[in-house]
């Protein structure tokens, strides 16, 4: 081995050959715990293909890995399926060090790479639908608009029945396993979950689209631009995304507040109580100690949203504010709601709540629940019955109509 990168064999012809960032907990505000891949793949057919790069830092690795195998100057292809700069950063390094013969991008993927780079990269516009011989082997190209970039396509080997998705069905996890089935299957469906719901969900309707391109094709391999290559999951992750694209409710109320005194959070127990004893699952997150995105993620299936904030000058916690302005982004459909809090004097919190709320389409079962300073029994019963109630509509709504 004269590399000290190696490419991880996908078929006979195809090739991983991207980079693993083991460091990364921060992806543009998303948080990556378990850090992330930036995937690359080559295909060798007559005309040496690369379908993406990595970010540019990375550049060096997914060039070894490529050396591993073949010289990279032999590259005849490179396709460019989305042009966000963790897929596209040294885009412009691989073209200037082996001049490919052609890159191949959507029209708005050739607008979007010259307008990041500031220089005509040459890139030939492919069309949706428009097959490419890469010498004995096809390379369909599969416009996937807005998902989640104008830019976006997957590209379909069909002869090995691989679609290669960008940042579909992929996900932030560092590994050093390649494949779905080496991987456990909760963290593989709780990360497919948060990158669907913090990347994909506001572009549900595309993804649906999406879908339905994918579903006239033999697939048996998807391999994303992020995490690992689904070889035996292809289904599961299909049935994942119909599911997510349907913004369906699950018996799950999401609980999100803050607290300054306690006060807000003594009336969020007695809520999760009374959800919990009606048989509804919640998922009570103190915002402080939880993330946006994996308060997404739990935003992504559930049912009822309730939020809780004291106030404070005036207005919401900024926690609240900061979730609440991040959810509403997402567009989710499909949820019913509730609003409480405490004050000292002015109270003004539950309002803006409600407003907010109301804006996302958030149907509140009943007015918000504001007390002032400490809760006391009658009051933390109100939380109770709050919860009870909502409880309750959200199981009728899971249940649908009789
Ligand atoms: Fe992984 Fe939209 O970039």
Redesign the pocket.
Known sequence: MSEPFAATKVTDRVYWVGAIDWALRDFHGYSTERGTTYNAFLILADKVTLVDTVRAPFREEMMSRIASIIDPAKIDYVISN?S?M??SGCLPYVIERIKPEKVFASENGAKALDAHFHRDLGVTVVADGQTVSLGGVQATFIETRML??PDSMFTYLPEDRILFS??GF?MHLASSQRFDDEIDDGILEYEAAKYYAN?LLPFSAAAKVALDKASKLDIVMIAP??GPIWRTGVKRIVDLYARWNAHKPANKALLIYDTMWGSTEAMAKAIEDGIVGEGVQARSMRLRENHRSNVATEYLDAGAIIVGSPTLNGGMFPTVAENLSYLKGLKRKNLIGAVFGSYGWSGDAVAQIKEILASMRVELVTEPLNIMYVPEKPGLLKCRKLGTLIARKLKERVAGPR
């Open positions: 989305h966000e963790d897929h989640h970039w960008q940042d992929g990347i631009d992020h």
